[in-house]
């Protein structure tokens, strides 16, 4: 059995589940990001993580592409609202294309931004920042766990996952693929060291876990603000 199918017979949802209604959600997107969001369920954990979020929640997706993980909790009717940025103008574009046919549409919103600037206002039962850190230079490292835990309301989760630094093949393997498929350089975070971040902060680790998704290492935490 591999780590998916374990973790979807656990959990009833798959990556394929996951897979099918990022197609759905992106069939009328042209181009390379139509075929990166039907895809990307198989190679990130998504169905593992939606189970993170409880229903009617407000979530602030930090790094959201196209918008794929807000998408899906809406069509799964987790959410009660959300945001999402990225510095990529045209993902966000996509976004705000493809979320007017999402259910609680006039709820949900995608912004371009840069995390390193203005974050939107508001606080959030659920901060979301997946696979973004390692796009982030390590003198900015903990400022994004700062600036998440500001925007986290009361009771709130914050919901990491990033690409584990070992084994090295792993860790190379997804080099490779940030170098091939965005020729960017990544920095990874040592986890050790986010969970430290987070409890200077004042947050709480709940939960934490890792799998193997074809060659890619993936590792998250739950945080929760008390
Ligand atoms: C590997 S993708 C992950 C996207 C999404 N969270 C997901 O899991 O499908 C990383 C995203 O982070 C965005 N990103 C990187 N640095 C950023 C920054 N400083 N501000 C906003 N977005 C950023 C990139 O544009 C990219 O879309």
Sequence with gaps: MTDIEAHSRANGLAARDVAKLARHIFADVRGGIKYKQGLRPYICPFHVLVDYISSNATLLDVGCVAGLFISVLARLGRLQSAV????DRAAISAAQNISRALPNSSRIRFEHRDAH???PDGLFDVVCLIDVMHHVSPDKQAELI???????AE?????????????LWRAWANRLHDLLSVGEWIYYAKLDDVIAWARAEGLHLDDRGSMNMLWYRHEWCVFHRL
């Design 84 to 87: 999402g940025f990225d510095a």
């Design 117 to 119: 600037e203005m974050w």
């Design 146 to 152: 700062t600036n998440a835990t500001e925007h986290l």
């Design 155 to 167: 009771g709130g989760i914050l919901l990491y996952k990033d690409m584990a630094c070992r084994p």
